[in-house]
């Protein structure tokens, strides 16, 4: 076997693995990109000064 005929397959196994990686469900490098837990939404919000998630919650809509 020639080394660009093993090169050639070593990409085909590659590009197979990732491509039923990604048939499989989520992408893991979206995961940073949501926002998480309503406890560490809420942290992070305090911590920069924001209001707390339940009073910005609250604020978007009245009370009926």
């Known amino acids: 076997m020639g080394k ?8 085909a196994a590659i590009a197979g693995v990732l491509a039923m990686l990604q048939s ?3 992408d893991p490098a979206q995961i940073a990109r949501k926002s998480g837990m309503a406890w560490s939404q809420d942290h992070r919000r305090m911590f920069s ?7 910005h ?4 809509s009245p009370w009926k």
């Open 4 to 11: 660009d005929n093993e090169q050639t397959l070593r990409m």
């Open 24 to 26: 499989q469900g989520e």
């Open 49 to 55: 000064g924001k209001s707390s998630l339940i009073n």
């Open 57 to 60: 919650r609250a604020s978007r």
